[in-house]
């Protein structure tokens, strides 16, 4: 998936419900030993109140890829600016469909960017 194709925006609270769908399908998904969901398909990584809260936090940044074809929501990441002048990136998740194209670095990339540019954030601390 070409970068053109992508729309990098941050996220709205209309967002919620799709993002709760992406995220917690991306996770469950995961077939390697680094999730520790995989085992209990009824566990959700995130619900929709959650994400709001986030999406409201002025600490907070909600990242969302769009496929600009469909409008669908192909990848997320959150990140927070910390006390220390850090920024934490979590929660990363790209589609089941779109995963193992690079869409995840390319995400990863944006919220550095972002960080530094929104609040100067010179290093980085991150949970994948």
């Given at each position: 998936?070409?970068t053109?194709?992508?729309?990098?925006?941050l996220a709205?609270?209309?967002?919620?419900?799709?993002?709760e769908?992406?995220i917690?399908?991306a996770?469950?998904?995961?077939k390697?030993?680094?999730v520790f969901?995989?085992?209990?398909?009824?566990?959700?990584v995130?619900?929709?109140?959650?994400i709001?809260a986030?999406?409201k936090?002025?600490?907070?940044?909600v990242?969302t890829?769009?496929?600009?074809?469909?409008?669908?929501?192909?990848?997320h990441?959150?990140v927070?600016?910390?006390?220390d002048?850090?920024?934490?990136?979590?929660?990363?998740?790209?589609?089941?469909?779109c995963?193992?194209?690079?869409l995840g670095?390319?995400?990863?990339?944006?919220a550095?960017q972002?960080?530094?540019?929104?609040?100067?954030s010179?290093?980085?601390s991150?949970?994948?």
């Amino acid at each position: 998936m070409a970068t053109d194709d992508l729309d990098f925006r941050l996220a709205t609270a209309e967002d919620a419900i799709p993002l709760e769908r992406l995220i917690n399908t991306a996770f469950l998904a995961d077939k390697t030993t680094q999730v520790f969901l995989t085992d209990d398909r009824n566990v959700n990584v995130i619900d929709v109140p959650t994400i709001i809260a986030k999406i409201k936090q002025p600490d907070c940044a909600v990242l969302t890829v769009a496929d600009r074809s469909t409008g669908s929501l192909v990848a997320h990441g959150s990140v927070r600016k910390l006390d220390d002048g850090r920024a934490w990136f979590g929660m990363l998740a790209v589609d089941i469909g779109c995963q193992n194209r690079g869409l995840g670095s390319k995400v990863l990339a944006w919220a550095e960017q972002y960080a530094y540019r929104e609040w100067g954030s010179l290093g980085w601390s991150s949970t994948l």
